[in-house]
Nanobody
Framework: QVQLVESGGGLVQTGGSLRLSCAAS????????MGWFRQAPGKEREFVAA???????IYYDSVKGRFTISRDNAKNMVYLHMNSLKPEDTALYYC??????????????????WGQGTQVTVSS
C-alpha cells in the first residue's frame, strides 16, 4: 500500500515557475514508478511526466523542456519542477504510483495509487 500527498500548487503568472511535491508513504515506495497527471475542468486526465524506480524519465510533448520530474527515494519524495508556465498548464495535478515500464507509464491505467491532487493556476 502506498499513500500519496501532493503539495506546492498555487497561482502563478505566465512564464513563472512552481515546484510540486509528492510525499509517499509505504515500505515499497522505491520499487514503484511515479507519475504526474493533470486534469483541467471539462477535460480528461492527461499524462504529464513519469519517472521509473531507476530514474528513467518520460514526458508529455507539450511540457518537454519546461518540466522536470525527479525523485528522492531516501526521502520518499517525487517532484515536478515546472518552468515557463502557460495558461494551458492550469489544472489539478495528481501524483500516482505504479509498476509499469516505459511508454506504459503514460497511461493512467498503469498506476495503482493516486493522491488527491494540487491545483495549479496560471494567469495570463
Amino acid at each position: 500500500q502506498v499513500q500519496l500527498v501532493e503539495s506546492g500548487g498555487g497561482l502563478v503568472q505566465t512564464g513563472g515557475s512552481l515546484r510540486l511535491s509528492c510525499a509517499a508513504s509505504g515500505r515499497t515506495y522505491s520499487s514503484y514508478a511515479m507519475g504526474w497527471f493533470r486534469q483541467a475542468p471539462g477535460k480528461e486526465r492527461e499524462f504529464v511526466a513519469a519517472i521509473s524506480w531507476s530514474g528513467g524519465t518520460i514526458y508529455y510533448d507539450s511540457v518537454k523542456g519546461r518540466f522536470t520530474i525527479s525523485r528522492d527515494n531516501a526521502k520518499n519524495m517525487v517532484y515536478l519542477h515546472m518552468n515557463s508556465l502557460k495558461p494551458e498548464d492550469t489544472a489539478l495535478y495528481y501524483c500516482a504510483a505504479g509498476r509499469g515500464f516505459g511508454v506504459e507509464l503514460t497511461t493512467a491505467q498503469s498506476y495503482d495509487y493516486w493522491g488527491q491532487g494540487t491545483q495549479v493556476t496560471v494567469s495570463s
